[in-house]
Every structure is written in C-alpha cells, then in structure tokens.
C-alpha cells in the first residue's frame, strides 16, 4: 500500500468519523494544534483522553455501586468526563455526558447506570476508532508519506 | 262592561302569552344551535343571558302597551256610551210621559166637554120643565115635550163630537137624539105617547127611592111593550126628513135611566154601542124639579172616544211605539192601533181586556206589566221600566193613573228602545268595534315593532356570538399558521445539521493536496452553494424570527466596507452568467466600521442584489452606498443621482482638505448610511412601489414562473431595514431599471471614526489604465481615482487598449504627434500632464475579457502587451472561469498581479499598494548601495500609516468575529478571505517569496489582500474560512494565522487552572502557540497559592526580570502581576473556579491591581455568565474552547490592562 492510497484511506476514514458524529470541529482544531514543536500532539492528548475517561468512568462505576449514591461527586466526574471528551471532540461521549448529567440533577439511579453504560460504550467505540485512526496515520508516516494532518494544517 | 273589560284585558294577557310562547322557544333553538355550533359555551351564555334579559323587557313592554292601550279603549268607550245614554234616557223619559199626557189631556178635554153639554142639558132641561110645570093636559104635556125637543136639538146641533143626548122623563117618555157617525145620520129617538099616562108620572113626582127603583124598572124593562120610533133628520137644521119607524130594542141606544144616577148627582161609565167600534164615555144627570125634591127626568150625554184614538195614532205616527188606556178594571178604552176595542163575538159588543188586544205589542206589554206587577200596581200606578223584554225587542214601558171620579183611567205607552237607546246603542257598539279594532291593530303593531326589535337585537346577539366564534377560528387559524412556521424553523434548524457536515467534508476536500486547480475550484464553487443553502435556512429561521416579532439585533463592530465587497464578490460570479455588470459604489467619507448587526446588513443586500439580478436581464447593477449625519437627514433623500455623486465628490475633496468639519460631525457616533441599488432591470410599475415589499406580493404574478421565489425577499429586507430603523423605498429612476433607496441608522464607534480608506496615493505619482469591460464599473473606478489624486486612462475594448498604450508609451519619444484622435484629445492632455510627472508609475489594469479567448490570438496579444511589462505593472482582472492556461501563462511571463473581478475601490487600493511597494523594492534593490536608513526614510510615512490601519482593523475583526460566533457567512474572518482566494498567487515562484520575506517584517502582512509573500500555500484554504457554519475552520484559519505570522500574545504569562488535563494540555498548546507563556495548575487552590507566591516574591522577580522583560512588549513591563491573565475553569476540586476567583479578588484588595480572570465553563446557561460575572470574573468562555474567541478575549482584556 503506497502512501497516497494510505493518504486517501485516512481522508476516508476521518470522513467517516464526521459523518458518524463521533468527532467534531474540536478535534480538527487539535490537529492544527499539532506542529513541529508537538509532532505527537494528538497522540499525546488522545491518550491524555483515554487515562483521564478511565479513570473516571472506574470511578463512576464505583461511585454508583455505594449504596447511598453521592450524586454531587458522580455529576462532578461525569463533568469532568464531559469536559475532556468535548475537548478532544469526542462528540458523542459529551453527549451521552450530557444527558447523564440530567439524571444526575433527577438523582436517578438506574437513569444513571444506564447512562454509564452508554457512555462506556460510546467511549469503548471513540476509542477503538481513534486508535486506528493513530494507526494508520502512523502506517503512513512508516510508509514515508506525508501525515496527511499535516495538509489539515496547511 | 266590566265584563266586557275582563274580556278584553284576558284577550290581550291570552295574546302576550301567545307571544311569549312563540319567542320563547325561538330563544332556545338559538341557544342550542349556538352550543351545537360553535361550541362556545361561556360567549353563548353570556349573550343568551343578555338576551333573555332583552326579551323580558320587550315582553314587559308589550304587556304595558296592551293595558294602556286597553285601558284608552274602555275608558273613552264608557264616557262616549254611558253620559250619552244617561242624557237620552232623561230626554226619553220626558218624551213618554208628555207623550203620554197628551191623550190624557184629551181625554180629560172630552170629559170635560161632556159635563159641560150635560150640566148645560140638564139647566135648560130645568128651565123648560119648570115653565110646564104640572102639565095638565095631554096637550100641554106635548109642548113641553116639544120644547124640550128644540132645546135638546140645539144643544145637540151644536156639539158635533156628541154621540147622543138622550133626556128620559119620568113618565118613561123617552127623547134622544143619535148621531150615527159611521153612516153620518142623525136621529131623532122617541118613545110612543100612548103608553104614558099622566098619573104614572104624578106617582113618581113624590116618589121615594123605591119608588124610584120602579120607576127605573118600569122605564128600561118594564117598557118592552113600549114602542121606539126613529126619525132621521137633517143632520144640519134638524127637520125631518124621513118616516118615523119603530126600531127594535135591541137597535135603542144607550138611554140613561134613574139608576144611574142613585143619588141625585152625575154619573160616569164607559158604554158600547153597537153604531160605533169605540167605546162611549157617557154622562148622567137628574134633572130636579123646581123645590129641589125630586128628579124630574135624567139627561145623559154620551161621547165617543174615538178622537183620542185618533190622537194617540197620530202621535204614535210621529214617535213609533204604542200606547193605550184601560179602565183600571183593565178594559181597553182606546189604543194607537187600528185594533177594534170591542168583542164582535157577542151581542152586544163587550170591552175587550187590555190583555186580549189583538196587537201583540200592546197585548204583550200588558201581559208583562200583568206579569211583573199582577194587581199589586204601585201607590200612584205609575211605572217606568226601561228594559222590558216584548218578544225580540227591548221596550221602554211607562203607566200613567188617571183618577177620574167613577172612571179611574190607567194609561201605558210602550216606546221600543230602539227608537230613543236605538242609534246610541248602535253608535256605542260602532265605537267599542272601532276602537276595540283600533287597539287591536295598534297592539299588533306594537308587538310587531317590538318583535322587529326583538329581532334586530338577536340578530345582533347572533352577530357577535359570530364574531366570537370568528375570533375563535382567527385565533386558531393564527396557532395553526404559528404551527407552521415553527415546523418550519424546526425544519430548517434540522437541515442545519446535515449541511454542516456537508460543508466540514468539503472543507476537508479542499484541503487535500491532491485536487487540482479546476477540481479545487469547483468544490469551492460547491462549498460557497452549500453556504448559501445553508443562509436560506438560516433566512427562513430569520423569516419565523421576524414574524414572531423575536428578531433581536445584534449590536457588535463590523467592517462595512468589507461586508459588501465580498457580497458582491459573491454576485458577480452569478452575474458573470448573466451578462451583468455589478458594481460597488461606496463614497469615500462611509465609515468604515460600525456598530449594528452584520449579517443582517449583508441579508439585507443579498436579498436586494438578488432581486435585481434576477429581473436584469442585461446591464449593470449598482450598489452605491454614502454617509449623512442625522442633521443632513431630509434632504438627501431627494437627491438626484448626479448631484448626489457631486456631493460626494465635494465631500471627498473636503476630507482631503483640512479634516475637521467631518470629524465634529463624526463625534456624535450616530450616522445615517444611505444605499441604493441601481439596477437596469425590467423595472417596477409606481402602482406596485408600496406593495412589492409586503409579503408574498410580486410585481408581476408571472414573475414565480419566469424567477421563481416566493416574494419574501423584500418583506424581509422592508422587516430588517425598519428595525434597523432606517426605511427602504423604490425612487422614480430615469432610464430602464428600479432604483431602490434606503437608509439605515447605524451607530460608529468613536475610535474607528476617522478609519475611512486611509491611503493617499497623491504621493505616488501613479498613472492607472484601466481597460475594463463593464463601463459603469470603468466610469466609477476611474472617477474615483481622478478625486484620490491618481491620473487614470480608459479604454474598453483591445483596439483601444493598443492605442492608448502606444500614445501612452510611444508619445513620450514623439510628443507632438499630430495624428492624434478628436476621440483621444482628453487623452492628449492627460498625457500632458503625465509628462510632467516625475518618474510616473505606470499600473495597467487589463481585463482578461479583452483579449481573445475563443481563438489563439491571445498569446499573441498577451505577447504585444509583454512588451510594455518592464516599464509598467501590470494588473490583470480574471473573470471566475478564466482557464489555467491562461493564468500559467501570465504567470510565466511573470504577471503575478492577478485579481477576480469585479473591480472595487478596497481591491485598487490593495493592488495600488502593492504596486507601490513591489516598486519600493525595485528602488531598494537598485539602490542598494545607498543607505537602506535613508530608502526607508522615504517611503516610511506611507507604509507606517497603512499599517496602523490594518492592525486596528485586523483586531477589532477579531473582536468581531468572536462577538458575532461567525454568524456572518461571507465575510466573518480576520482576513480578507475572498480575495486572498482570488489573488491567484498560489503557486507562487520562489524568487518572490525572497520579497515576501522582506516584507514579512510588517507583522499584520497577512491580512493585506494583497500578500505578495509567505501566505501562498494558506491562501486556498483562507479562501473558504469566510465560512460561519463551521467554526472549526474559522479556528483552523486562526491558528494557521497563529502560525504563521502573528503570535497575537507574544510575550504574555498566562495562569491555567484546569483539572481535565486533556483540556490543560489543549489550552496550553494553543495559547504557547499564540506565543503566550502558560502556567498549567490542577485546581483552584494551587492557582491561589501560585498567584501569592509570585506576588510575595514580585519585587525580587521585578529586579530579576528586569531585563528580560525589556525585551517584551511594553504592557508587560507596566504591569504589575507575575501573570497578565488567569484562564479558571470553574468546576474544579479542592476549590472551584468561583471561589478561586474570590480568593484572588480578595487578596488584590488595597492594591491597584485587578488581574483579568477569565471563566472556562462547560455551563453556557447565561445565569453561569452572571454567576461568573458576580465573583469577580472578567470574562467567560465556554467549552470547547473555541480558539479565535479566547485570543480576541484575551487580547481585549491584556489590551484593557495595559
């Protein structure tokens, strides 16, 4: 696979993200971000991403299995998971946030374990596909193509 | 009559009642149809109440009208009919009772008459006895007889009414005198001598009553051998004129006897007689002899009572009615009838009883009087009945008593009612009928017009039980039609989404390397169609918006100037197609930024430059566009176009001129923009001036299938401009086309006033052909070069070009050339005037379109034209279609000033300067040798100012876009995007990007339009940041902005306090790459700590950074905290944001310093903002971080500090 066709694939399959919802404008922005002096920014911040939601979302799970739900903490990690994942534009997980955080003010324990399972899900997805997204962008680079981002970046 | 009343008053209630039942239910059937209806239960009920209510009242009135009316009829019926009758039954009872005296008196005259003629009978009766007194002899006794005979003769001659005297002697001789009134005879009656003796009588003489009783005998029975002669005589002299004849006794007459007179004085009784129909009144009187003592002979007299029948018929004629008299035993005496009064059945006639007359009327009055009263008469036997009852008719009656001595005379007279009550009782009941009549009809009349009233009022409750329910359906009708528009925002909103990532894809398409120029183009093409897509949603969100009255101006800065030239930037690439020229046309003192909302500005023109393409079907349309202050305000609006055009020329030259008027005027921050759009359309009819702004309305109903559109444009447009409180109207327009005019009210802020085009290229001694196409464009540019200083020729097709060009280029070698045109004598003295310019530059703006494309020609052309390249720059408009051909080759000549049409004053002063300084550079590269301080001493003025120019524009732009959220689809960027995609410097040469890094010096270099440098690989992708939809691109161009050139916050230290690291590590990316230091802390608590920190240590930090801070910009060195800015996320551990904020806010206090914090919330309700706002915080920014909007932030509140 030369590096053009590598090229086009990651074009795709960005698309394919856009179009599915899974990222937004934010994470474009990030990849602008990315320069010279941060060649693995994105990297760097999707993984930043993926300990921070694990983290939290180990401490949701724990903090909805207490008996007496503190909701004020689970809605304080569920915003913090919010805030992360909208950063990355991670578009989905900040929506399944969003409406976690409404069961959270309802203080709605089922609501909530299923809004955590949703947005677990939608994290394990994100996550599966900005990983190959790195993978491939990483191909490309092995390949000895220009990071097609680098176009994004002009 | 109170009868009659209580009869006429329960006809009248049965009537009102009747009516009541007739309306009542028509009420109800009302109501129930209303309720079935309409279903409008409380206004139904509220006008059925109101409407009963009105029903009574009528009621009530119709019942009041009844009983006066009824009250009227009776009262004026019994004064008419009860003082009449009162006043006819007294005359009546008069008319009876003189009525009835008058046969009385008659009767009484008769009686009278017969005593007198009997009392005179009896004295000469006396006399002659005496005179013979004791006849002796036969012979004597014969004279007296004689005697007595005369005597009674001429006492009988002389009273004609008599019916007999009869004398009857004592001896029982008999002489009478008759008087036959039916046959008219008179009679002589005596008895026969023989039969008296002389002694009888001398037994008689000293007779006694028992004699006498004898006497009586002898003379009346005992004398039936006593013979009766009677002579007739001549009823006038009394001589006998036949034979004496003996009659029968049966035939005598009624000769009064001794026995009746008893006692010696006069008699009366009522005899028959059978020689007369009507009874006899007769009179008796004894004839005494000389001593007193004895009865010498009886005289009687009997009269008929046939006269007083007569009179009593002769009164009955006159009056009518009947009357008759009875003896009080009840035998009729004489009647008003020709009834016989007596019985003809026996012999001799008897007196009938009143009770057996033969009239009816007068036996049946009798009967009734038989009847009531029976022998019981009253006292005086008068009676007066007024209403007696004979057979059918009513009769009065009325009975007088006469009280004759013997012969007591009852009289009666029967008057019919009729006769007197007759014509009262008729008038009486003709008045009750006409007025009975006369009330009904009035009553009836009444109730109609009340009915009508009635009516008339429920109609009227009928209409507005209508009304309500029109109300009603109007209402829904108005909900339903809310309905709608509100799908239709959701509609549209919806469609919103999907056309974003439409435009995210293809922005990520552009960006591919791999795209050639053509495909390049096309998707822009696509992109800047999907924009509009997206703007006509965004139009019919707006559409909703205004009609629901929820339309909120934006107020925020904007560069005007900018916003129209990229609006028709935009048409002209429709227009090309369309064979029409579009021109912009702003004077030169319009304010370059104002306040207001811009994106409803630009719809405003977008929706009129659409209009007018689309009925322009050839021509030019023009968008002029002038300033007024307020005070200037009426008379503008009538200026002619050239006058107007004067004006502003004259206005130019002013600002050229001192400045100060302007500014005075300027300072009040109000202006009044005036704009018209100019087409050379198919034109409006005046009738249609008003209306064609209302909604839906068209000039022309066929326009929809000629244009299309719906007819909303200009509604929207009349919506925006008068909430923009301007107005907008069609002007009378000479020649083909509409000319609409309108104004807005737009405010300016004080520190952009004197921001006009700032450029003064008087300076730069330039000279400017323009060889362009589109004359109106040609005309305006070239105008408005000649007022900027800067001499411009014209040519408008290639062959003039040449021309020119030689003139221009070949004349200077051979000034007096006299083969010049008349048509180029303008030309002549310009060239003169170029000629005395020191060292002219010439700028040669060709249009592509002047050359020969269909053909190779060209080339050739292009190759001419080479020829001029080293002693003027040339600038080449392309048009949107131009072929890369074409652009390679220019290039490859070296023709690297290139620009898309049309033509504006923003784009020649852009291309103006960069011709100046690309000649700059030549100098300075010739030059070389000589000081470069000196080289740059020259030119600096200019340079300098046009920086400052765009720097402030650059900023507050950014300003703009943050406030705005990109809303503003065409031209929202920083830079001017449009025509950086435009300039085609793409695939710029390497030998000129050495320029662009001599004069990457300037810092804002990118945001000139005309970048001659480093920007070349940006450009296409700057080309599409215009767009609002998708903010990341806007962020994209921004940070490639970052990188490339500006670091808009060098030098800056930046606190972070942010937990979410991905969110740290994003932050501090993007502010390090703003060339902002950044300090990144976890939580609220260790921004607390750092701050106290640096400040406890701020003095040696001071003495220590002295230095180093000397080499930053100068707000740093004056400012007095370690960080210049804290970035606080709010929702943090240990302490959040707010109570960070206070903390910090606390410590400041007593000192001077305000350190600006900004918020960083996922909250982005607007009581977080307040919230925000309340602790201390300077500014908020909501997550994601939108890039552009924290630099303008920061940069405002850094800006503000220092």
Known sequence: MDAGQMKRQWVDYIKSLFVEGFLDGQFLQLQQLQDENNPEFVVEVVSLFFEDSERLLKDLSFALEQKGVDFKKVDAHVHQLKGSSSSIGAQRVKNACIAFRNFCEEQNTDACLRCLQQVKQEYCLVKNKLETLIRLEQQIVAAGGSIPMMELSF | MGNMCRDLFGRLCGYATLLQKNSTPKGRRIFHRDVEKEEFQYASSHCLSSYYSVFVVRLAIMIMLAILIGLLTILTWHFTKIYTAKSLSSLAYGLRYELLQRPILRMWNILNSTAEITTAQVKLSQYVIRRHSNPSTQAEQVELYEAMRAVTWALFSSRKALNSITINYKNGFVQAFHRDLKDNNTFYIYSDLANYSMAASDTNVMGSLSTRQAWDDKAIHGNFSAKWYREPLDPVSGEKIGKAMQIAPEDLINIAGLSQVPDGVASWHVAVSKFTDSPLLSAALPVWDSSNKSIMAVVGVTTALYSVGHL???????????????????????????????TNSTKPPKLKMAVDCEDDVIRMGAEWLHRTYGKKFPSAHEVHVENAMLGHQKYYIDSFFLNLKRLPLVGVIILPRKYIM????????????????AALCILVIGCVCILILTNGVSKEMNLRAELISQLEARRKAEASSNYKSQFLANMSHELRTPMAAVIGLLDILISDDCLTNEQYSTVTQIRKCSTALLRLLNNILDLSKVESGKLVLEVAEFDLGRELEGLVDMFSVQCINHNIETVLDLSDDMPKVVRGDSARVVQIFANLINNSIKFTPSGHIILRGWSETPSFCGESLNFPLDQ???????????????????RASMRDNKVILWFEVDDTGCGIDPSKWDAVFESFEQADPSTTRLHGGTGLGLCIVRNLVNKMGGEIKVVKKEGQGTLIQLCLHLSVPVEHTDQHCAVDLTKNSLVVLLALHGNMGRLITSKWLQKNGVCTMEASEWNGLTQVLRELFHARSSVHNNDFDAHYEGLKSKLLTIQDMRNPTFVIVVDIGLLDLSTDIWKQQLNFLHRYFGRAKFVWMLNHDTSNTIKMELRRKGHVLMVNKPLY?????????????ERNLELQKKNITSSRTTMKEGDSHEFVEIDSTQFD????????????????PVSASGDKPTENGYLEETNLSKEESCQSSLSSNYATEDTQPISLSSKAPSSPTAAQDGDSECGETNRVTGSSKAINGKKSLEGLRILLAEDTPVLQRVATIMLEKMGAVVVAVGDGQQAVDALNIMVSAEDFRRESLQKERNTRSQTEIFSCHPYDLILMDCQMPKMDGYEATKAIRKSEEGTALHIPIVALTAHAMSCDEAKCLQVGMDAYLTKPIDFKKMVSTIISLTKRTS
């Open chain 2, 905 to 917: 004053k923003a784009k020649m002063i852009h291309i103006l300067e960069a011709v100046i300084k």
């Open chain 2, 312 to 342: 009593m018929k002769e009164l009955v004629e006159l009056h009518s009615g009947h009357m008759y008299l009875t003896s009080q035993e009840g035998y009729l005496l004489s009647t008003s009838t020709s009834a016989p009064l007596l």
């Open chain 2, 644 to 662: 107007k055009k004067s004006r502003s020329l004259q206005k130019s030259r002013e600002r050229i001129n001192p400045n100060h008027a302007k």
């Open chain 2, 422 to 437: 007759g014509q009262v009782d008729e008038r009486a009941f003709k008045t009750l009928v006409i007025l009975i009549s």
């Open chain 2, 953 to 968: 524009a650059t900023s507050s732009d950014d300003s703009d876009i943050s406030e705005m959220a990109g809303s503003n």
